[in-house]
């Protein structure tokens, strides 16, 4: 059964710690991609990766960091540097990079991080 | 100015109804086009591309206007299971193409 797994689905930090989210994917799509999404808002892209061991900024990457050592993982670390990190966050992943015509992204079910 | 830009609504309607939400975007050199839908504390799902050449898929039309850079998305004879929040998606004008997401309008079917 493909498809994208997230876990935690709660997460709970104190402020000061860093925290990494898992996003692993089945589907052998080259490009994975994690999202923010603040309460009424729409998503906001911290970091996505076209291929293996690359990754590039996204809008918002301050006070977060990413790995992609292998094709299915996008682990997502969200360090203390972060100032408000407590909100809903997404992966997904695409066939193709963003640009191209295969582009279409299908999303994880998501982790709620809180900082206590 | 945003990006791209949906009225969040909230809209109300009843059962039955036909909706239609527009979306606009600001640039001219966008790719593709999408609409997900949310549901509450829930992750996007694809609804559909967006084809220039406007699209239906049951109840769902999608359509753009490259000229005035917008889309559109009409709901007929709502139901129920409607009730969420769809977002506005385009590709390709930012770097490397990424996607830019509207912040989403929220529908509500009643009985």
């Known amino acids: 059964d493909g498809g994208i797994t997230q876990s935690p689905k709660y997460l709970f930090r104190k402020e000061g710690q860093n925290v990494t989210l898992s996003c692993e994917q089945n589907l052998n799509h080259d490009a994975m991609y994690w999202y923010r999404q603040d309460p009424g808002q729409g998503l906001r892209l911290i970091y996505y990766?076209?291929?293996?061991?690359?990754?590039q900024k996204g809008d918002i990457a301050e006070g977060y960091s990413v790995s992609r050592e292998k094709k299915e993982s996008f682990p997502l670390t969200v360090t203390s540097a972060q100032k408000n990190p407590t909100a809903f966050y997404l992966c997904?992943?695409?066939?193709?990079?963003?640009?191209?015509?295969?582009?279409?992204?299908?999303f994880g079910p998501g982790t709620r991080l809180t900082v206590l | 100015r945003k990006e791209v830009e949906q009225d969040p609504g909230p809209f109300n309607v009843p059962e039955g109804a036909t909706v239609a939400f527009n979306c606009t975007y600001s640039n001219s050199a966008s790719q593709s086009f999408f609409w997900y839908r949310q549901d509450c504390r829930k992750e996007p799902k694809l609804l559909m591309s967006v084809y220039s050449s406007g699209n239906e898929d049951g109840r769902f039309t999608a359509q753009l206007n490259r000229a005035s850079q917008y889309i559109s998305l009409l709901i007929r004879d709502s139901k129920l299971s409607d009730s969420a929040t769809y977002l506005c998606v385009v590709n390709g004008h930012t770097n490397a193409g990424k996607s830019t997401f509207g912040d989403g309008t929220t529908l509500t079917v009643k009985p």
């Open positions: 990766s076209q291929i293996v061991n690359d990754f």
């Open positions: 997904a992943s695409s066939i193709g990079p963003p640009s191209g015509g295969l582009n279409t992204q299908y």
